[in-house]
Structure formats: C-alpha cells, structure tokens
C-alpha cells in the first residue's frame, strides 16, 4: 500500500510539473502572436494631487485578453515576456499607444496630463531605446515634458555607469523619469543623486499599513523627506483607504494612486474622469499662465 501511495505521489508531483510546464509554454506561444492578433488593450490608471485633488498625471498599464487562456495579469506575462526578449516590441506598442492617447485627448479639449510608462529592464538594455523613444514622439507628435517613464532600482543598479549616461540622454530629450516601487531593490542613496530622476513612486508594501504601522509610516516619512531634499516629486502607489490618503496628505506627499481614487480604466471613462477633476497644469506651464 505504501509502495502504491508513494507511485501515486509521484504521478502526482510530476503531473503537477507537466501542467505547469505546459501552461508557461501556453502562455509563451500565445504571447509570441497577441500583438499581431491585438490581444492587448492599454488600461489608464488615473494620479491624484493630494493638495488640490486634482488629476496630475496618468500611467499606462497593459492588459493581455486571449480568446483561449482569458485575461492573464501583466504579473505572469511580464516576466515571460522579458525572459524571451518580447517585451522590446510589445513595450515599443505600449509607448506609441499611450503617446497617441495622449493627443487623442488633448485634440478632445482635455485639458493635458503627463503620461506615465513603464519600461522593462530588457528595454532598457536595448541598443535601439533611445532612438524608439525619439521616433514615436516624432510620430506622434507628443510633447515630451508629457512622458515620464517608470524604471525600477534594479535597472539601475544593474549597471549604474551605463545607467547614468542613458538616463540622461533620456532626460535631454525633456522625457521624465520616475522610480518604480521605490524602496523594495538595492539602490544606494549615495547612487540615486547621480540619476537625473524627477519621480520617486513610493512601493505599495509600505502604503498597505501605512495608517497603523509604525514602521511603515516611518519609511513613507523619511523617503518623502528624502524626495523633497532632492527636489522630486513624491507619489504613493497602492492606495486604497480614505485612512491611508489622509495619512499621505498631512505628510505631505505630493501625489497618490491607487484603488481608492480609481483603478486602471478604459481611456473613455478615463476621459470621463479627466473632465471631473481638472487636471493641474505642469509646474514650467503654471508658472508662465498664472504670473503673465
Ligand atoms: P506597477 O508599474 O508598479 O503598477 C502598479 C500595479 O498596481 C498595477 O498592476 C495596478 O493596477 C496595481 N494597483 C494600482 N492601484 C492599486 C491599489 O490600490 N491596490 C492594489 N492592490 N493594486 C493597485 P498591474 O496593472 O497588474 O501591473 C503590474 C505590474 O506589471 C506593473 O507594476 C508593472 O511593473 C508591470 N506592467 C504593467 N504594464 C506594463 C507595461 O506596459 N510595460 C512593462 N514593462 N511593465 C508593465
Ligand atoms: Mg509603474
Ligand atoms: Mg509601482
Ligand atoms: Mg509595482
């Protein structure tokens, strides 16, 4: 019987394996044609100032819907779609789809928002990125100071010689930067004021307690302080609770996203949104309209 139990265990163990094996490689073979079956939709997740409640800002999110495998979230087809190399031509997509959008808006009488993207370390080691930046600005005719991209620490830190030099050929375009999930990677504080970064995005793990935990609201205060010594713009990810913005505000963080004010949407109710609570215009432009 215990010969029979432990057979069965391994059919088991190793039929487990199979499925998982067979469910990536399903993943990795449907990913390799969503593009050309325009399987993915851009999902637009609205940025809030906290001071004037305002809209200041929007980033892009992919979503993958495929006939056979449903709606797979970006946090199991992302990290595929690096190790293989396509997130190069599907982040590429992603970047002109969000720059169009952006236009789309602004030639619908929305008032401008900068748009944020992500970007993939595979991206960014890619020899063609700075060119395919300027490219589908050009195409698109978007205005630069309207483009922040989301990078995390790690592709900092990977390579932070090479990172220095192409952030700031990136910045020289007048596109801005932002750092992802800041406080989760390795990044030396020394290192952070050699990165021209306009943005740092406060990770969502120490927003979550942020309300009651002691220690979450001490990191949140010290990266806000740290943000404002370095003259950045601080925004806090994750945020769910009235509690939670509360905290944020009195603090004074200078922006949130999250679930609480809205999830990412379709660029229609984005819009929608948009026209509710008026966007606040850029710091260069509100300086030069509001002391002519
Ligand atoms: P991220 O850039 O840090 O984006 C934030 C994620 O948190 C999004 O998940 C968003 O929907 C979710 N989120 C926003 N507010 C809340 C909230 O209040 N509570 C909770 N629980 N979650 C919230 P999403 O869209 O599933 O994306 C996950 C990650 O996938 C992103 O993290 C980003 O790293 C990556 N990703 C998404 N789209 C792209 C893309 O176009 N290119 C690249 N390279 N990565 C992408
Ligand atoms: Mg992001
Ligand atoms: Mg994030
Ligand atoms: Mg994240």
Known sequence: A???????????????????????????????????????????QAKRDLASGAISGVEALLRWQNPELGTISPAQFIPIAEETGMIVPIGKWVLRTACRQ???????????????????????????????????????????????????????????????TLLAAIKKMGVRLAIDDFGTGYSSLAQLKNFPIDTLKVDRSFIREVATNASDKAITEAIIAMGKTLCMTVIAEGVETEEQEDFLRQNSCDQMQGYYFSKAVLPEEFATLLRTHHAIPLPEDSSSTQFP
């Open 102 to 164: 952006n236009m789309a808006w602004l030639r619908e009488g929305l008032p401008p928002v900068c748009m944020a993207v992500n970007l993939s370390v595979r991206q960014f080691t890619d020899d063609h990125l700075l060119l395919d930046i300027a490219a589908i600005l050009e195409e698109t005719g978007m205005d630069p100071r309207l483009l922040e991209l989301e990078i995390t620490e790690g592709l900092v830190m990977r390579d932070p010689a090479k990172a220095v």
């Open 2 to 44: 215990a010969k029979e139990a432990g057979k069965n265990n391994y059919q088991f163990f190793s039929a487990q394996v199979r499925s998982y094996a067979l469910e990536r490689m399903a993943l990795e073979t449907n990913l390799r044609q969503a593009l050309e079956r325009n399987e993915f939709t851009v999902y637009y």
